[in-house]
């Protein structure tokens, strides 16, 4: 498998020659001349011609980087904006090509049969590893159906599912390492689920209980967890690109053989920070895996509507880094991708980005109707043509390590054990009321003690005007202990 954008070095010749040696003067003595009484005779000039020799400017952020220069009659521009580009006398506007789009690459068909014979992937020593991702896969979009009828009848109150992406979210996960930092969206229900997030920790997030690691003060599926690497996911679109760039270069500088990862919609790329990201991780070089979900629409706004040109593969192109498009309803070629970019990031020292294709067929959250934007019987036409947990099923089948009755059992049981963690936590208290000041800063500020002390004297002198009943602790959780 090859990478759509392969790596490209500039074009400037290495020398060992000193900076005076570079640019000689005339008519006065160099720097070099007046500080040794020995100088070594320069090295022979290159002869003038037209052909450059490939090096790179710079080595992504380490500090070495050699100045670019244009030779006399050289055929073409080398000049550090574009370092390689051949003069022509025909005038001509670059434009995209439809017909010359990016490929988009596959491990198997629509009915799990292998189409790249190539792919170098040893599936019976992955046996267990592709009943994990199914498993995954499956347990996801069953929460999705709880989760949701949960929202509609106001139990918790907002929710996004997963439904037709969860073949992106559990193949990238099948790939990565422990030790990889991921920096999610909100459609990566299955990079947790196949990470080792307990269903328990998952409604412990969506109904905001006391055993919830962010304490109450994030809106539901804004999972996270300092124990697997995930950070916490965010509201505002492609905030977390900028920080996965900053964190791969972290990464690269203290030697740790792992990357960044980060998720994001094709809608986030229209952010200014998905620009900022990739920019800053291709000039500094940082390890950092890019996946975009492209699933047709940004909320009600379709992706033709949305922007031009060749999808978003296109613009990792044009920001020099190494980029893919995949298939993402093919578990099986997102996993070779996911780690075969992660191999480039860690060894190479540098960014890679992958655009995964796969139809959102569920609304974009409980806030919204896609049927006010788009007819019903497209949404319909899509989960019959498609799904990635219909083609891993029948990749299974095919092997016969799968059939009717264990799929069966395996359904039954995840919703068993899914309603059986949704009713304990629905039934468990809130936060204590000290964690509206805690995690704030590293120590409570004195504006905080007294604010704090304030609340204690309300409730001393009216506690009967609040239901404390709900919140652990009660009127004894106000306060944080000094």
Request: proline share 4%; charged share 25%; hydrophobic share 35%.
């Amino acid at each position: 498998m090859s990478f759509a954008a392969p790596f490209r070095r500039s074009l400037i010749p290495r020398t060992t020659r000193t900076i005076a040696s570079r640019y000689p003067c005339s008519k006065r003595r160099c720097f070099a001349s007046v500080t040794s009484s020995t100088t070594t005779p320069e090295a022979p000039r290159e002869p003038e011609g037209t052909r450059e020799v490939p090096m790179t400017v710079g080595d992504g952020g380490s500090g070495t980087v050699r100045p670019v220069r244009q030779r006399h009659g050289s055929d073409r521009l080398v000049f550090p904006g574009a370092v390689n580009s051949k003069f022509t006398n025909r005038l001509q506007f670059r434009m995209s090509d439809p017909n010359e789009a990016i490929e988009t690459y596959r491990v198997m068909d629509t009915e799990g049969q292998i189409v790249d014979e190539t792919h170098g992937l040893d599936f019976e020593g992955l046996k267990e590893q592709t009943l994990k991702m199914y498993k995954s896969m499956v347990t996801i979009s069953i929460m999705d159906q709880i989760m949701y009828d949960s929202q509609r009848q106001g139990r918790i109150s907002f929710y996004i599912v997963n439904a037709g992406e969860e073949g992106i979210a559990v193949g990238s996960a099948a790939a990565l390492s422990e030790q990889d930092v991921i920096y999610a969206q909100y459609r990566e229900a299955g990079v947790l689920m196949y990470r080792g997030y307990t269903l328990e920790e998952f409604m412990a997030q969506c109904f905001s209980n006391k055993n919830d690691d962010g304490k109450g003060k994030n809106m539901p599926i804004h999972y996270g967890s300092r124990r697997l690497n995930f950070h916490p996911i965010s509201s505002p679109l492609a905030t977390q690109l900028p920080h996965a760039a900053g964190a791969g270069y972290a990464l690269k500088l203290e030697g740790t053989p792992a990357c960044a990862v980060t998720y994001f919609g094709e809608g986030a790329a229209s952010e200014g920070d998905f620009h900022a990201a990739l920019n800053i991780a291709a000039t500094r070089g940082c390890p950092t895996v890019f996946i975009c979900r492209n699933n047709g629409y940004a909320i009600s706004t379709p992706t033709l509507e949305q922007y031009k040109g060749d999808g978003i593969a296109s613009r990792g192109v044009g920001y020099g880094i190494d980029t893919i498009r995949v298939d993402g309803n093919d578990a099986w070629a997102v996993y070779k991708v996911t780690k075969e970019a992660r191999e480039i990031a860690i060894a190479q020292k540098k960014p890679v980005l992958i655009e995964a294709m796969s139809y959102r067929v569920s609304h974009h959250s409980t806030s919204d109707d896609s049927f006010a934007y788009r007819a019903r019987v497209e949404v319909e036409d899509w989960k019959r043509r498609d799904n990635p947990i219909t083609r891993m099923r029948k990749f299974m089948e095919l092997r016969n390590w799968w059939d009717q009755d264990k799929d069966t059992q395996l359904r039954t049981q995840a919703r068993k054990d899914l309603l059986k963690a949704f009713n304990a936590a629905e039934r468990e208290k809130k936060p204590a009321i000290s964690n509206l000041w805690e995690d704030v800063y590293d120590k409570p500020t004195k504006d905080q003690w007294a604010q704090m002390e304030e609340m204690k004297d309300i409730l001393d002198r009216y506690g009967e005007e609040y239901d404390l009943d709900m919140y652990d602790g009660g009127k004894g959780g106000v306060v944080i202990k000094k």
